[in-house]
Every structure is written in C-alpha cells, then in structure tokens.
DNA sequence: ATAATTTCTAAACCTCACTTTAGATCAATA
DNA sequence: TATTGATCTAAAGTGAGGTTTAGAAATTAT
C-alpha cells in the first residue's frame, strides 16, 4: 500500500486558494514542510491542507506569520493541528479579539468625547494619548513628547 | 507686524513629537506645504502643526496617508481644519469605527461557534468565509476556490 | 516523440510609511 | 571668524508578506 497520496504544489494551491508562490514562501519560512520527489519536486502530505487552513485562519485575526509559526511550533513535530489542538489555539485567540475589540471601543468613546470639541490640542486633547494602539502599523518610532510653550 | 512667527522645521517636529524626516515626507507627499527661506530652509506657518495633530490622530484610526490626504484636501486649500471641519470628520471616523467594532465582533461569533468544532474544513468552517475582512493587511489576492473533490 | 504545462531556484521587485546615509550648504554661537 | 549645529537633496534601506521574472529541468498530454 503506497503512502504516495501525496500532492503537487499546485494542487494544492488549488485546494487552498493560495498561489503556488505563497506556499512556496511559507516552506522558506519554516510554516510547512514537504518531502521531494525523484526530480527535486515538492510533495506534500496531505495534512499540509490543514496547516495552511490553520494559517488563513489566523491571519483573518491579524496573526503575522512570525507568531502563527510559534503556535504552529508548540505542537508536535509535523502534525496537523486536531481538534484539541485547534480548541486551545483558539481559546487564546478569543482573548486576543476580545482585547483588540475594547481597544477600539475605548477609542470610541474618546472620539465621542472629542467629536464636538474640534481642538486638537497635542496638550488637551484625550486622542493624542490613548493606552492602546489600536491602528499601528507600519514601522518607525511614533512617540510623543510633551514639550511646547506658546498655543498653537 | 511682521508675518514671521513661522517656524522651522525642527522647531515643528519638537511641537509634534513627529521626525523631522517623517515631516519632510508628509511634504513630499503633499500632505503639508510650506514657504523656503532665502536659504533655502523650510519654513511653516504655525497652522502645519494642526494639521499634522489631524494626520497623527487619523493614523490612529487606521487611515492610510493617502485617505488622510483626501480628507484634508477637501478643505478649503491650505486651511487647517477648524471645529466644524473636525465634527464633520470626525462623524465618518465614528461610522467606520463602528463598522470595524462589528466586524471584529462578528468573527468573535464565528470564533466562538468554531470553538468546539476544529474541522477548519475549507468547505464547512464558517471562519473561512468571513464577509469582513477585519484584519487585511499586506498585498496580493486571497481568494477562495472552491474546489475539492476528496475530505481532508 | 514532441509539445505544452508545471515546477524548480535565486534574485529582484512591490507597497507603506518612513529612516538612514552621504555629501553639501545654511545658520547660530563662541 | 571659526566652528558647531541645523537643514538641504537624492537615493538607498527597512520589514512584512508576498509576487514577478528568468532560465532551466521535470512532468504530462497529444
């Protein structure tokens, strides 16, 4: 009985909707792994299906992929995530959500308490310095100092 | 009275806690303008620093420079915006922040519903399927095909 | 057997929002 | 005046998450 229920890149590109460059990339970074066949050929087992199902999934809740490798680590070598699996990761992801959700909810309710108040002043005004980051991205120092002497 | 309470441009990125860099960028993408001295040197009309509270403020929101750009040329040119400018702005942030709330809330359901269950089959996993995109970021399409002729 | 398709690698390119570097010029201070 | 410090420009670099390109080799279809 052959083990050979193998599949192409591009097969499996097709079953996941990701592009055969995508998948190839996640190989480089160490998300998935594959065997090769005689011509140097990519041949995945077919659980890669799942691993990549697990890192769509987790990159709709904002994981980089950095961080779906380490959840993807802490299970046993090479194996798919099972159910048990799948229902610890995600126990932590519904903690994340629910703090990224009262993240915003807080900005919120600051930009209701500045909406009519227009000043924008980098000393007085509560949108300026709010605990959480809900919208960072991109790289680069954005810090802020207090430091000015005449209104602007 | 002289007109010369401008100010350089170093004096302008002490004020708002922005690089000098990160300003000379924001001019070269036309979000800011300014006047040069004899020298050569910038020289901004206090007005800029209001106008950059406004681009720091709108990042926050997750508004890309682009956006930001838009919302302030749809001010009379080179006016910074005042407190009727800002209400207005102000209300379409709410909108889309509401809009961002829900969605986020909406996978928390789907989450929750997929919490127990661990198929992350592509065909039946609701999370799959999100109509909202909460956390899309970075380039290139991800679509779904959906073609598969064997379980997983 | 031949043609068409897929896959291979490495390296370059892409976007976004900047920063860093290099070398030159301008301005402020001792 | 001499020197330090601020500013100038253009171009290249950064990081995330990939895509595109180019040329070669393998596989599949006719």
């Known amino acids: 009985m052959p083990l050979g229920r193998e599949i192409s890149i591009g097969q499996l590109a097709a079953r996941t909707g990701l592009a055969v460059s995508a998948i190839r990339y996640y190989q480089a970074q160490g998300l998935i792994s594959s065997e090769r066949n005689a011509g140097g050929h990519r041949r995945f087992p077919r659980s890669v299906i799942r ?12 994981y980089s992929l950095d961080r779906i490798r380490a959840e993807l680590a802490s299970l046993p070598e ?34 209701d308490g500045c ?3 227009g000043c924008l002043s ?8 709010p605990e959480d980051k809900a919208a960072k991205r991109g790289s680069g120092p954005r810090y802020l100092m207090g430091d000015s002497s005449d209104e602007i």
């Open 122 to 129: 980098l000393e007085k005004c509560a949108l300026y310095n």
């Open 115 to 117: 909406i009519g108040c």
């Open 78 to 111: 090479n194996r798919t995530p099972n159910q048990a699996d799948w229902s610890l990761i995600a126990g932590g992801l519904r903690g994340e959500l629910d703090a990224q959700i009262a993240g915003l909810m807080a900005m919120r309710d600051r930009l």
């Open 51 to 62: 691993r990549l199902s697990f890192i769509r999934i987790a990159q709709q809740f904002g």
